[in-house]
């Protein structure tokens, strides 16, 4: 009837893994010069279909184990107060292309990042104005969107626990950018999850349920997990792992992008560093295995990527680059990563080979 | 040193064409509800680097073969007499990785199209201005976007006809769907050629040089072209040729993208069709192998797509949907595309598998 997603593989890319990169998109890596992506260069994964929304019979649908349930208009939740962060998002598998065997699904390579300006209102009054019961463990957030996953037709959902939600900075938003969100990016209304990985902050937001029992529907317990066998529940994912990546320098080759770079100047290496978990702390550059410590910028926000720098006396002849971030928590990108079944959290270092001629 | 790009391959895809394929960007097929596609959902294709231009330093220099040569700022150009377009853009390559043997650049299946809303001002008047020499046999148009192909370095360049270029609807533009380019799409300004394949409409224009020569670099004469072999030159790609799309029906599976439609009631099946050599003068719409004429509605604007619908009455089991569309030069789309070697203009009807439940 139709291929399923199969064990990791060391065989060629799929028809269906290019269906997943003609449909989705990375951010191009030079729009790291950017401290704001431009909506659209900022990284798209869309599950199932881009749903059509029409935003004048849409409502937010709140209940559950609340005391006092509502329903919600795009105009009701922007007239609440507002506020606007800069927010570094990632996917969970970035970077999953890049395992051995390879897990099968959209095959990213470095590129599933952006940062966007996000304009909404923090989730927490509201869930505190629906009164939460006392044996409320959880918020269960719906999408829009609607497809099969192995076998299993659902609405995209994903849950947070109650104490996550009660971070300020947890948002309804309704605008990117400052103009009001284009379909691709959840209109009319999504969450904004800052610090975790893409997947929790659900698009096309249409109800946001408080459960008494810890969800465990397929987006929560059958994917984003760091397991090594398709038996195993294995652990969820959650917060971004602290990765670096570089504007790749000089000119690219088109077909192999490959770089080629004038020699007899100091070129100016520049990239962006950003974790979930804490502040960055250290950013390295290797040139040809060797590491320095490049020169921090500042954050573009609080949960916000930061801009680095190096200068490169790039000298003729085949090089190879690259960056590595440490973050507060100690944690730092590792070389090579350590293998899981569902190529989740891949912050392995970016490295680009580079030609000085 | 790096990959080059080989002859087309039955091989399985390569790192390259995946890199390609995780920068650039197609439109989500079900994108095709919008009558004007969303900046952030319409195709793109990035030959070299998205380069970063500053508006208030940049300068369109017009010159070559004519009386009066003379640069212009974007406030110049945004004071000229602006106009308005809807424009139907589609990548030349758009279809390249279904072909057999397979053609070595970015792997589009079926999505390098979007139908934006373009503002800018007509060319010709400019050229008019300029007073181009009686020996001026075309405009040569050059982006600051600058890299390698073949390892041939160069800024990218297409030229067009004098004839060409006097087309009203050749504009100078500097907005889409109502707001500045964004940087992907050009910024700060572009040439737009409605009715030609997107290679056409250099992004990132820096400057407009009437030649007594026809031009013959490498993105005129190495690439966009119809032939059989490498060593051929082939004739050149220029007008779209025509294709219909639809928005693929039911609910997909998030690997496969196989589709899933609810038995028991008629299935409306909307499209978008266009060519850039005439008007569309039909849609079919084949189910199981057997066409049917499709109902054709209105189009978006004389360069635009035009919608039709066909109304499904889906039995239960499995199916395969095909649309083709005919323009008013009697060109229809092939079933089976006949080949060449960059594949170019592969306009074969788009087939979708569903399974009725």
Redesign the interface.
């Known amino acids: ?5 199969s064990d990791p593989t060391d ?3 799929t028809l ?11 951010m ?4 790291m ?2 401290d704001i992506t ?5 990284y ?1 994964l ?5 749903p ?1 929304v029409d935003a004048d019979s849409w409502r937010l649908q709140v209940g559950g184990a609340v005391a006092r349930p509502f329903e919600l208009s795009l105009d009701d939740i922007s007239a609440m107060p507002a506020q606007t962060l800069a927010v570094t998002m990632e996917c969970a598998g970035n970077g999953r ?1 890049r395992l051995r065997p390879r897990p ?2 959209n ?3 470095y ?1 599933a990042i952006g940062n966007a300006e996000w304009t909404g209102t923090s989730l927490w009054p509201l869930l505190d104005r629906a009164g939460l019961n006392d044996d409320a463990v959880e918020l269960l957030f719906t999408g829009a969107d ?4 192995k076998e299993v ?1 659902h609405n995209y959902q994903r849950s947070l626990t109650v104490e996550e939600v009660k971070r300020p900075e947890v948002m309804l938003v309704y605008a990117m950018n400052g ?1 009001p969100l ?4 959840g209109f009319p209304l999504r969450l904004l999850v800052p610090g975790w990985y893409g997947m929790t902050s659900v698009k096309w937001l249409q109800g946001i349920e408080a459960v008494t029992q810890p969800f465990t529907g397929y987006q929560q317990h059958n994917t984003y997990r760091f397991k090594q066998s398709a038996d195993e529940l294995g652990e969820p994912v959650q917060r971004i792992r602290p990765r670096a990546l570089m504007v ?1 320098p000089g ?8 770089r ?1 770079v004038d020699a007899g100047r100091v070129e100016l290496i520049q990239g962006r560093a950003w974790s979930g978990q804490g502040e960055i702390t250290k950013v390295e550059v290797g040139v040809d295995g060797s590491w320095s410590e490049a020169t921090l910028g500042d954050s573009v926000g609080p949960f916000a990527w930061r801009s680095w720098s190096f200068a490169w006396e790039a000298k003729p002849g ?1 090089h190879t680059l690259s960056c590595r971030a440490t973050d507060s928590t100690g944690a730092a990108q590792p070389i090579d990563q350590p293998w899981n079944y569902q190529g989740m959290g891949n912050n392995s270092v970016q490295t680009v ?1 580079v ?1 000085v001629r």
Chains 1, 2 share one sequence.
């Open positions: 009837m139709y291929t399923k997603a065989g060629p890319l269906e893994e290019l269906q997943l990169a003609t449909r989705n998109r990375g191009p890596l030079e729009a010069r950017y431009p909506v659209g260069m900022h798209l869309t599950h199932f279909d881009v059509f292309a099968l699904s095959p990213w390579l590129e609607r497809g099969l996953q037709e103009r284009e379909p691709q990016n790749p000119v690219p080759d088109y077909f192999s992008r490959h080629m085949e080979a030609t």
